[in-house]
């Protein structure tokens, strides 16, 4: 089972992405070993990572035998001469010469680089097992398809699940036809019949197991706030951090009235972020949140967000969805399928008005927002063990 390390502080309790499936297993005492992908950066290449390494769980670090290394950056000289000259030549269009071109220079790119390492390591790792099962998420990494090809050229009998659990925008999913098979896996899994649905048009076998990001929180709980709270959900990205923030600071300060409260993506470290977009003084009512998330949502009303897979949960919870646009020509949108109860805004002024106009009005809309919770609800449906035990060939009892 491959997850990666997201933050220099992680530990194996708070593995976001196969927590509640390594319990699963346990249940049914299946033996499993957990390997973390520490994909932190050359900074954290000799970190040891204690708390995440025993005889479950291994770390796989990018360092590597400088022969090997020696023999990746051969390879990628060969193929850069080769695309580069490629593009000089006069029996190409402008646009072929274009491609090649940059096709080319991407051969220079140190992330190609460093997924070639990853490839070795995967083999050099791999290897040393017997496998059956595989699985590994399946977010659209690079990382993930040298595991899938490394896995392919290893232990060829091996059956690879791929995690979907994240949320899919419209038009993300690469068509099945335009990827090699050896970077494929054999099955994926997914949150949900929405999910199941955009991913079975290109892909076979397409199975749903669900989440354990479903809200367990009663919806009595959030219509009883007394005040009107907004949750704040950056993605980890840094120029969607910017904006967000930016963006919910000048509402903080055009409306001191009401509480906006920060969740930053758990791969970030809030503080250093802080030191870079907090010049002035932060308002009083920007609240940084380091509670968990149900708490959160709990104490708010009404959620900004871009791309966040955090959405669903909200919105299954009954918070209000505000989708900051900010007149982008391409949308983000996780809930991109449902328009009944939700804003999409363009700019401050936009806000301003929905505030003054329409926020009472939309957050009374009941029938609307069960609407949203059924949307949300198939969108993350609840983790089901018979479905994992089924779809990994195990007898259910």
Known sequence: ?????????????????????????????????????????????????????????????????????????????????????LSLSLNKTKEQRKILRTLSLEFLNPNTI????????????????????LIAT??????????????????????????????????????SRLINKNFKPDMIWTSGKINKSKLSRDYN?????????????????INKKKNINFLVLPEGIGYEINMMLNFTLDCAKNFPQY???????????????????????????????????????SNCSLFFYRGSTTAITALQSGLYPIYINLNKKISIDPLFEFDSWKKVLNSQSEFNYFV??????????????????KFSKNYFMKLDSKSIYKSLSIKHA
């Open 205 to 221: 076998n397409v199975k749903i197991v669900g989440t354990d990001r479903v809200s367990r929180l009663k919806i009595t709980n």
């Open 114 to 133: 460093y997924n070639l390492v990853l490839e070795k390591k995967f083999e050099s790792f791999l290897i040393n097992f017997e496998i059956k099962n």
């Open 259 to 297: 509480n906006f409260i920060w969740r930053f993506h758990p791969s970030i470290n809030k503080h250093n972020v802080l030191k870079k977009i907090i010049k002035d003084r932060v308002p009083k009512n920007i609240i940084i949140s380091d509670k968990k998330l149900l708490k959160d949502i």
């Open 138 to 175: 399946l977010e659209g990494f690079s990382w993930e398809k040298m595991l899938f090809y490394a896995t392919n050229k290893i232990s060829p009998n091996t059956r690879i699940v791929g995690y979907q659990f994240a949320t899919l925008t419209n038009n993300q999913v690469l068509s």
């Open 356 to 373: 003054k106009n329409e926020m009472k009005k939309n957050l009374n809309l009941d029938f609307k927002k069960k609407q949203g919770q």
């Open 1 to 85: 089972m491959f997850s990666q390390i997201i933050s220099s502080n992680q530990n194996k309790k708070n593995d976001i992405y196969f927590g509640s499936i390594c319990k699963v297993l346990k249940k049914k005492k299946i033996e499993y070993k957990k390997v973390f992908i520490n994909n932190l950066g050359l900074r954290f290449v000799n970190n040891t990572f204690y708390d995440l390494t025993n005889s479950e769980n291994s770390v796989i670090n990018i360092n590597i035998n400088l022969l090997i290394l020696f023999k990746i950056y051969v390879i990628i000289s060969k193929k850069f001469f080769k695309y580069f000259f």
